[in-house]
């Protein structure tokens, strides 16, 4: 299982909301590019970005401050928020971007992730976010009728990397990760499950690699490695059957 720092970008700054809601966001640092150098040297392998201000907007926002990570670090990078169609997926790529997260595109317009996985294979990432179960899109304003196995099940066969599954009612609240809902989702779809939302301690990590058989390749952690509840270092470590101590948090 491979432990995935989150790098949430509102106005230029790393933050972190709860709940995903725009008005409750902590601001971490004032230089992203700084802050993800600071994880890769915490033994990152991939670090997940989210563009906020895209994921309301529809589009890009953030850009100027995605091209300084990039430029920054060595390590792969994910990213999601406001990825809506084969262009922009082209010009985050060309950037450097490694692997692009579908999130309200893929709930939409399915037809989109199956062209974008034939024209970029093993790029292409689907972003799942639920509340009670169900799909939430446009940066998790809009609940829908379509529960998240019943969309992962859509993308089955396209060649999706992975899907990313978040409870948002968890997110940011540092209460743990659904366990259950992302055990029920990773068993029912046969594509790997990253999971998302809720990691507070090192317990919690211990737990997902108790259903790593079930097919939970990843977790993503955010709040509780800005506030020290977690050091990346030591979550990285766990599940590499290693220990390790110490290592800064924020910029």
């Known amino acids: ?24 966001d902590t601001v971490f640092c004032d230089s992203p590019a700084e802050q993800a150098l600071i994880w890769q040297s915490q033994g990152a392998e991939l670090l997940h970005l989210v563009d906020l201000n895209g994921a309301f907007a529809g ?33 985050y790529l060309s950037l450097g971007i490694n692997r692009v997260i579908l999130g309200t595109a893929a709930q939409r317009n399915p037809e989109l992730v199956r062209d974008a996985c034939r024209l970029f ?12 179960g169900m799909v939430a899109v446009q940066g998790w304003a809009e609940v829908t009728d379509i529960s998240a196995r019943e969309l992962a099940k859509k993308f089955e066969g396209f ?15 540092l ?60 979550a990285i470590a766990l599940t590499k059957g290693k220990k390790v101590s110490g290592g800064e948090t924020g910029c």
Do not use: F, H, W
């Open 59 to 91: 589009e890009p926002k953030n850009r100027s401050s995605i091209e300084e990570i990039v430029r920054a670090v060595s390590i792969p990078t994910q990213l999601g928020g406001g990825i809506r169609d084969i262009q922009t997926i082209e010009a």
């Open 175 to 234: 209460i743990g990760p659904n366990i259950d809902a992302t055990r029920a989702l990773a068993e029912g779809v046969a594509i790997p499950i990253i999971a998302s939302g809720g990691v507070s301690r090192m317990a919690d990590i211990e737990a997902l690699m108790g259903i790593e058989e079930s097919g939970v390749v990843g977790v993503i952690t955010g709040k509780a490695i800005y506030t020290g509840a977690i050091r990346l270092a030591d």
């Open 1 to 24: 299982m491979i432990v995935i720092p989150a790098i949430d970008l509102k106005d230029g700054q790393c933050v972190r909301l709860e709940q995903g809601l725009m008005e409750r």
């Open 159 to 173: 060649g999706v990397a992975a899907v990313i599954y978040t409870d948002i009612s968890r997110d940011g609240m």
């Open 121 to 132: 294979p093993g790029r292409i990432v689907v972003g799942i976010d639920a509340k009670d």
